[in-house]
């Protein structure tokens, strides 16, 4: 099959196949994502989307934004939902009643994903559906108007875990879904941000090669839920990978690989400060908060680094 | 429009027109305007790969004209430009001015 | 002419499965279910089906896949029982809105709490207004021959809905009795290719499933699904003309028993309605002209048919295997009491709770209820409307 060169130049000559006229906010990180997932396919496309902004705003009524096969059914079963379409598509080819390659991918914000969905996705990953799982992460129930999720970063002030005078935000960190999904054992766990493109859509397309179950997720920034500007999702997407909020990097086979190594590692604060959900851990009381947020990065981060030298030893 | 009754609704809701989301024009979200200065365009790309509104054609490979029909006006293409010499091929104006 | 064997309604239900070979199944164990589908996985693994099997960690994925899978355009299968049910809950709708003709073999379990493995009709009694058809079936003959003509009334295309074949746990899931099968070939005839309605894996003309519907079009959905509700019992009848040339075995929306000159009768679903028949041949042979209907299709529910059939009664006892709490009375009684109002002569009606959690329903239970029927035919005085009987004070 022709591949087409990972290049701004070349890939603008591919249709874009998820079409202008969906409804989501403006600024809103989620459809680059989409566009950059459904432009590293060299192959058609079914997709299923678990119930969230990225599945009310792209098909309404009789408006659908899709150009590729979709389907929504629920909130939490966009894995089990695929993984019926995928083994239908099993069923009839070994009927000789289809004979296209087909890739099958299933959208899911965190809360779809790391929460109500968790069940679902891990069944589908653990049965081996020929399939790629993608949760856009932005860190919320943004649909349903910025609840706590999961997926919340600690310290985040959302409507149901309010900063407050007792409770300052969001006080557990965030669950590490992307390990746990590379624990299941599947041959592909990677993560990635629409800032760094050619990386995302590097590893969607070496996702979709593999056989088997493929898990990445995807930071997403939202600018209602994050309350920062309508023009600052790519740079928001690019600080959590400069700041190693949100690092880069795919688990193969079991072995880690760092796919993007920021030149020099900046500051938590750069990536909290411009946004308004993370406003209160400025204040002087609060001190503790920025300090604990930075020292949880720097833990994490050290030890993906030291898992990542450990795959290249072995 | 006129809207449909009940027998003319297609069973179990299923939408049969591919990509027919571009019939809803989403332009009239906007209140700032990008406004592309095509003297400072490097043809990077990077606000067609990031726009969130596949709001910004394409052809041959190089970028065309902003569809005003779908543009929300968020602004990130202008953010992320890279512009010519310090220079931004895209700037935001507001609408109405 | 098929052959007759001796087995269990589970085995003779995955043997229909088995012949109907779908494309795709998804399976979750529950008793009284399970051997069903353990079954069916044998035939899987054993190359007796083309069928792709999902062994999901939840009914709820098992029915969630089982949209996804229909949606793709094919014939696919489910089975459950009881919490299994009451887990798919949610999915049911979108099955059923989603207008996919899932086929679903429901055993019949009581609901917890307090735990209880046995059969009783909480289960779909929860179910009954999630848009599915209902089939109900008295016996292991029955469950096999509702399930076969299942996949033909689902997929019908003025139809085109999901589908529970309904029998009761252990009663006939576990039960070895005498029936008959078709033959293969009878079977795939019968049920025929099915025929996909905007398959997802086309991918030349790419659709879109479950778009989010506003109030502005959302009344008009479900409109569409109570018109085609309507449209099914024609359906249910066709199918079981059909279904007779094959099988020499006669279906409709209900069966009657000895009821055209009855003057009392009972209303009764699945197995309990054989021990019911016999107390009813015991009274007649006593000069009591006793009766029994027995709703087969029960959603959508005949309305019109059952109201016709019973008016000219002079009492009757409405025998539920589940309550629905808090309501007047249980859930066919309600359904029966609905379909006689629009008669100005009707029969006195009761209703009786019974056999819930898999307690016994003997003949005695029977004799109790018509014994009270006999006594209201005469007097036309009622004691209680509603009860529970074989219930200790």
Known sequence: ?314 | MKLKGWKEVTPGAVVTKAGSAEEFKTGSWRSFRPVWLEENCIQCMFCWIFCPDMAIEAKNGKRGVFKYDYCKGCGICALECPGKKGKKAIVMEEEGK | MGKVVAVTGNEAVAEALRQVNPDVCAAYPITPQTDMMQRFGSFVNNGKVKTEIILTESEHSSMSACVGASAAGGRVITATSSQGLALMFEILFIASGTRLPIIMPVVNRALSAPLNIHGDHSDAMGARDAGWIQLWSENTQEAYDNTIQAFRIAEHPDIRLPAMVCLDGFIISHSIERIEYLDDNEVSNFVGEYKPVNPMLDIEHPVSYGPLILPDYYMEFRKAHDAVMSKVSKVVLDVAKDFEKISGRKYGLFETYRLEDADIGIVILNSAAGTTKDVIDEFREKGIKAGLLKPRLYRPFPYKEIGEALKHLKAVCVLDRADAFGASHGPLYIDIASSLYPYEKRPILINKIYGLGGRDYMPGHAELVLNELVEIAKTGKINVVKEYIGVRE
């Open chain 1, 1 to 314: 099959m022709a591949t087409t060169p990972l290049t701004l130049r070349e890939l603008s000559k591919k249709e874009v196949l998820l079409t202008a006229g969906h409804r989501m906010c403006s600024g809103c990180g989620a459809p680059p994502v989409v566009k950059m997932v459904l432009l590293a396919s060299e192959y058609p496309v079914v997709a299923a989307n678990a119930t969230g902004c990225l599945e009310v705003c792209t098909c309404i009524s009789e408006y659908t934004a899709w150009k590729i096969p979709w389907i929504h059914s629920a909130f939490e079963n966009a894995a089990a939902t695929i993984a019926g379409v995928e083994t239908m598509y099993r069923s009839l080819k070994k009927q000789g009643k289809i004979d296209k390659e087909i890739k099958f991918i299933a959208f899911g914000g965190d809360g779809g994903t790391y929460d109500i969905g968790f069940q679902s996705l891990s069944g589908a990953m653990e049965r081996g559906h020929d399939m790629l799982y993608i949760c856009y992460d932005n860190g919320a129930y943004m649909n349903t108007g910025i609840q706590r999720s999961s997926a919340t970063p600690f310290g985040a002030d959302t409507t149901t875990c309010p900063a407050g005078s007792v409770v300052p935000g969001k006080l557990q960190k965030r669950k590490d879904i992307t390990k746990i999904m590379a624990a299941h054992g599947i041959p592909y766990a990677a993560q990635a941000s629409p800032s760094h493109w050619q990386d995302l859509m590097k590893k969607v397309k070496k996702a979709l090669e593999i056989k088997g179950p493929k898990f990445m997720n995807i930071i997403a920034p939202c600018n209602r839920g994050w309350r920062s500007a309508t023009d600052d999702a790519i740079l928001l997407s690019r600080l959590a990978v400069e700041t190693c909020y949100f690092p880069l990097y795919e688990v193969e086979n079991g072995a880690t690989k760092i796919t993007v190594t920021p030149r020099e590692k900046k500051p938590l604060v750069d990536f909290l400060k411009p946004q308004g959900r993370f406003k209160h851990m400025f204040a002087p009381e609060n001190e503790w908060m920025l300090k604990q947020a930075q020292e949880d990065v720097d833990k994490e981060w050290e030890k993906l680094q030291r898992e990542a030298k450990a795959s290249e030893v072995s």
